[in-house]
Protein backbone atom coordinates (compact mmCIF):
# COMPACT_ATOMS: atom_id res chain seq x y z
CA UNK A 1 0.00 0.00 0.00
CA UNK A 2 1.28 3.47 -0.89
CA UNK A 3 2.13 5.92 1.57
CA UNK A 4 2.90 9.27 1.46
CA UNK A 5 4.00 11.38 4.64
CA UNK A 6 4.86 15.50 4.37
CA UNK A 7 7.05 17.48 6.44
CA UNK A 8 8.72 20.52 6.61
CA UNK A 9 5.67 22.82 6.95
CA UNK A 10 5.83 25.93 9.19
CA UNK A 11 5.54 29.72 10.00
CA UNK A 12 7.98 31.62 8.01
CA UNK A 13 7.88 35.44 6.91
CA UNK A 14 7.38 37.08 3.56
CA UNK A 15 10.78 36.51 1.59
CA UNK A 16 11.38 33.89 3.98
CA UNK A 17 11.99 29.99 2.15
CA UNK A 18 10.98 26.82 3.44
CA UNK A 19 12.06 23.03 2.63
CA UNK A 20 9.00 20.57 2.53
CA UNK A 21 9.29 16.57 2.10
CA UNK A 22 7.35 13.69 1.23
CA UNK A 23 8.32 10.35 1.89
CA UNK A 24 6.69 7.71 -0.02
CA UNK A 25 6.86 3.84 0.81
CA UNK A 26 5.03 0.86 -0.12
CA UNK A 27 6.27 0.43 -3.96
CA UNK A 28 9.59 1.81 -6.29
CA UNK A 29 8.73 5.38 -7.52
CA UNK A 30 11.49 5.87 -9.59
CA UNK A 31 8.87 4.71 -12.53
CA UNK A 32 6.10 7.51 -11.70
CA UNK A 33 5.71 10.93 -11.92
CA UNK A 34 5.31 12.84 -8.07
CA UNK A 35 3.50 16.23 -7.09
CA UNK A 36 2.99 18.91 -4.88
CA UNK A 37 -0.57 20.60 -5.10
CA UNK A 38 -1.64 22.97 -2.29
CA UNK A 39 -5.36 24.38 -1.05
CA UNK A 40 -5.47 27.94 0.56
CA UNK A 41 -7.90 28.53 2.90
CA UNK A 42 -11.39 29.08 1.21
CA UNK A 43 -10.01 27.76 -1.99
CA UNK A 44 -9.57 24.67 -3.93
CA UNK A 45 -6.74 22.55 -4.20
CA UNK A 46 -4.51 23.47 -6.92
CA UNK A 47 -1.25 22.07 -8.76
CA UNK A 48 2.15 23.41 -7.60
CA UNK A 49 4.93 21.09 -9.43
CA UNK A 50 5.29 17.82 -10.76
CA UNK A 51 8.46 15.94 -11.41
CA UNK A 52 8.70 13.58 -14.01
CA UNK A 53 9.84 9.81 -13.74
CA UNK A 54 11.56 10.92 -16.89
CA UNK A 55 13.57 14.17 -14.97
CA UNK A 56 11.33 16.51 -16.37
CA UNK A 57 10.03 19.29 -14.39
CA UNK A 58 6.65 21.45 -14.43
CA UNK A 59 5.66 24.23 -12.55
CA UNK A 60 2.94 26.11 -12.14
CA UNK A 61 2.91 29.93 -13.18
CA UNK A 62 3.27 31.18 -9.25
CA UNK A 63 5.62 28.75 -8.32
CA UNK A 64 8.04 29.25 -11.29
CA UNK A 65 11.32 30.94 -11.12
CA UNK A 66 11.09 30.40 -7.15
CA UNK A 67 10.65 26.71 -6.12
CA UNK A 68 12.57 23.87 -7.20
CA UNK A 69 11.22 19.95 -6.81
CA UNK A 70 14.20 17.87 -6.87
CA UNK A 71 13.61 13.81 -5.71
CA UNK A 72 15.73 11.17 -4.76
CA UNK A 73 14.72 7.55 -5.81
CA UNK A 74 16.50 6.19 -3.66
CA UNK A 75 15.35 6.86 -0.64
CA UNK A 76 11.88 7.37 -2.43
CA UNK A 77 11.34 11.28 -0.99
CA UNK A 78 10.16 14.14 -3.21
CA UNK A 79 11.06 17.62 -1.76
CA UNK A 80 9.30 21.07 -2.61
CA UNK A 81 12.46 23.96 -1.90
CA UNK A 82 9.99 27.48 -1.81
CA UNK A 83 12.31 30.63 -1.60
CA UNK A 84 11.00 34.05 -1.67
CA UNK A 85 7.92 33.10 0.14
CA UNK A 86 4.98 35.35 -0.79
CA UNK A 87 1.62 35.66 1.86
CA UNK A 88 -0.32 34.03 -1.20
CA UNK A 89 1.53 30.80 -0.64
CA UNK A 90 0.18 30.20 2.52
CA UNK A 91 -1.63 27.01 2.23
CA UNK A 92 -1.69 22.80 3.33
CA UNK A 93 0.75 21.60 0.86
CA UNK A 94 0.09 17.84 -0.08
CA UNK A 95 2.20 15.25 -2.21
CA UNK A 96 0.50 13.25 -5.22
CA UNK A 97 1.64 10.28 -6.53
CA UNK A 98 -0.40 8.37 -9.14
CA UNK A 99 -3.89 8.20 -7.13
CA UNK A 100 -2.63 8.99 -3.99
CA UNK A 101 -2.37 12.18 -1.21
CA UNK A 102 -0.28 12.29 1.49
CA UNK A 103 -2.17 14.12 5.07
CA UNK A 104 -0.42 17.41 3.83
CA UNK A 105 1.66 20.09 5.96
CA UNK A 106 0.62 23.12 6.63
CA UNK A 107 3.01 26.34 5.24
CA UNK A 108 1.76 29.61 6.82
CA UNK A 109 3.61 33.25 5.65
CA UNK A 110 3.12 35.93 7.81
CA UNK A 111 5.30 38.99 9.67
Known amino acids: QVQLVESGGGLVQPGGSLRLSCAAS????????MGWYRQAPGKGREFVAI???????LYSDSAKGRFTIPRDNATNTLYLQMNNLKPGATAIYYC?????WGQGTRVTISS
Open 96 to 100: KVMLY
Open 26 to 33: GRTFSDVN
Open 51 to 57: SGYLGTT
